[in-house]
């Protein structure tokens, strides 16, 4: 039998005669990756394997409650990392969407309320002083907040109604 080239390692190994399809040497380290990715397909494919992880990760959780508050007080190196990269995470998750193009941030998120959509100076249809707008569908069958927040950011600022309508502009289809 021809040898084969280790899934972990990279080295070259013989594999079993008894094992045709065999992937990783027999080091302990690639054994230990060859279980690991087992275990990841497995936790991915099968709902009754995750379930049963989930309710084994459970149950010691329940009978160790202060093993996560003993280990950060043990180790505080650790705690320091995990505060420091959390901080990170937070930071990004303020900044926004870099990557998505259709999305625009006015910087100071709209209030709730009803509100009459007016403005000048667009071109496209306009009856009276409004502008005719395609509305967009979306989950609830309303605005979306982005249609909303790109059309703050070509208008003057919206004006809550008072009492206005729910929806005061033509339908087009």
Known sequence: ????????????????PQVPQQSYCSAPDCQ????????????QTDPDYQGNQS???????????????????????YAERNRVLQQGRNAKTRIGSIAKMDVSNPGIPLPAGIYRLRWTGCTGTTQGGNHAIRQRPSIRGGWSIRDLRAISNQAPPLQQGAGAPARSHE???
């Open 171 to 173: 339908r087009r289809n």
């Open 32 to 43: 230990r990756e060859r279980r690991r990715q087992w275990q990841r397909l497995k936790l």
């Open 1 to 16: 039998m021809k040898s084969k080239q280790c899934a972990a390692c990279g080295q070259p190994f013989q594999p079993c």
């Open 55 to 77: 309710s084994a990760q459970r149950g010691w959780l329940d009978r160790n409650p202060d093993y996560w508050r003993k280990y950060r007080t043990s180790h505080p190196e």
